[in-house]
């Protein structure tokens, strides 16, 4: 992983990455050597015994991706004023033909009103057809992570909060999608925020 230096000090942190297989959830564990760490996880993986028991150990939470989860959103605030980190993929499911999904505006919105600092990684060579490719040639696979410089984004304004919610959601994702390699930008490729940050790079 590359961008160690930008990892605030103490946890109460978003980690904002894109979703490319099923590896990413692990790797957050392994490339921060870090076990003070929750991740959402869609319920529907609850019936599965091995997530629910893996779940147990890497400290999932399981959501309700389509209906307002309170439960869950209480439970995500309280772990995060414990100093827990949260590591959310925007997306909400992994990336079915290997490029960025339009995120949705759930981590944006908790962010904005809780006054989060988020944390965006880009992670390449996840993907599962990669992964399951190699393992059967009983080859390497080479997984890139990059962190870039925490950020927290403004409160919602009394007026345009839709708009506003969208744009805040866009402002992470281009964040994860300046780090990532062209062809897996997808929804965000010709997005101009992400144009801006590419230019603000050279």
Known sequence: MSGYENLPEKGG???AVNH???LDAPMAYYAL???NLFIP???KWQENPLLRWLGKHLN???IDRFNPDLRSMREMMKRMEEGQTLVIAPEGTRARDEKMAQGKPGVAYL???MGWQILPVAISGTEDRLFKGNLKKFRRTQIKLTAGKPFTLPPFPKENREEKLQEYTDEIMCRIAVMLPEKNRGFYAEHPRLKELLAEKG
């Open 33 to 35: 050597d870090n076990w």
């Open 111 to 113: 962010a904005s009103k």
């Open 41 to 43: 996880v869609a319920e």
């Open 13 to 15: 942190f978003v980690i």
């Open 20 to 22: 490319l297989g099923f």
């Open 60 to 62: 999932f939470i399981f």
